[in-house]
């Protein structure tokens, strides 16, 4: 990572889907697919599928804050997920596919409280907002054949439609 570029942390479903729709911004120079927010050191997508580690599949996001800002990158995890519905998007269910931004800075974590904030007060959603706000802990980057799936496969299956709940 250079000194010029950030990260960002967000969980928000099956990753195949939330990779994909990060990757297409300008700004993102990289993203890496894996598992955080466990207690299980080097899981598999095995080991996350258990429900034993408690790791949530999650994406890594290396972005240039002069050219996308963290409050857009949040525009995007708000609008690709429906962050009011506990361990699951759409078909997906289990503690792994829970909604979540785990913050790498004091910033990140305060943009975030406002954000979410303003979007419960907002009336988008009818139900109460979900989405966990947590320090970034460890990132284990998931098994290659996860990595840029929708890119290497043209597409897939993952849910990415808040508003068909």
């Not at 503690?95 to 409280?113: D, G, L, V």
């Given at each position: 990572?250079?000194?010029?570029?950030?990260?960002?942390?967000?969980?928000?479903?099956?990753?195949?889907?939330?990779?994909?729709?990060?990757?297409?911004?300008?700004?993102?120079?990289?993203?890496?697919?894996?598992?955080?927010?466990?207690?299980?050191?080097?899981?598999?997508?095995?080991?996350?599928?258990?429900?034993?580690?408690?790791h949530a599949e999650a994406i890594?996001?290396?972005?240039?804050?002069?050219?996308?800002?963290?409050?857009?990158?949040?525009?995007?995890?708000?609008?690709?997920?429906?962050?009011?519905?506990?361990?699951?998007?759409?078909?997906d269910i289990g503690s792994q596919?829970?909604?979540?931004?785990?913050?790498?800075?004091?910033?990140?974590?305060?943009?975030?409280?406002?954000?979410?904030?303003?979007?419960?007060?907002?009336?988008?959603?009818?139900?109460?907002?979900?989405?966990?706000?947590?320090?970034?802990?460890?990132?284990?980057?998931?098994?290659?054949?996860?990595?840029?799936?929708?890119?290497?496969?043209?597409g897939g299956s993952c849910y990415?439609?808040?508003?068909?709940?």
């Amino acid at each position: 990572m250079s000194k010029n570029t950030r990260l960002a942390t967000f969980a928000a479903g099956c990753f195949w889907g939330v990779e994909e729709a990060f990757r297409q911004i300008k700004g993102v120079n990289s993203t890496m697919v894996g598992y955080t927010g466990g207690k299980f050191e080097n899981p598999t997508y095995h080991d996350v599928c258990s429900h034993n580690t408690g790791h949530a599949e999650a994406i890594q996001v290396e972005y240039d804050p002069t050219q996308v800002s963290y409050e857009k990158l949040l525009e995007v995890f708000w609008s690709i997920h429906n962050p009011t519905t506990l361990n699951r998007q759409g078909p997906d269910i289990g503690s792994q596919y829970r909604s979540m931004i785990a913050f790498h800075t004091p910033e990140q974590e305060q943009i975030a409280r406002n954000s979410k904030e303003v979007l419960e007060k907002s009336g988008r959603f009818k139900n109460k907002i979900v989405t966990e706000i947590v320090p970034a802990s460890t990132f284990y980057k998931a098994e290659e054949y996860h990595q840029k799936y929708y890119m290497k496969m043209g597409g897939g299956s993952c849910y990415t439609d808040p508003m068909m709940e």
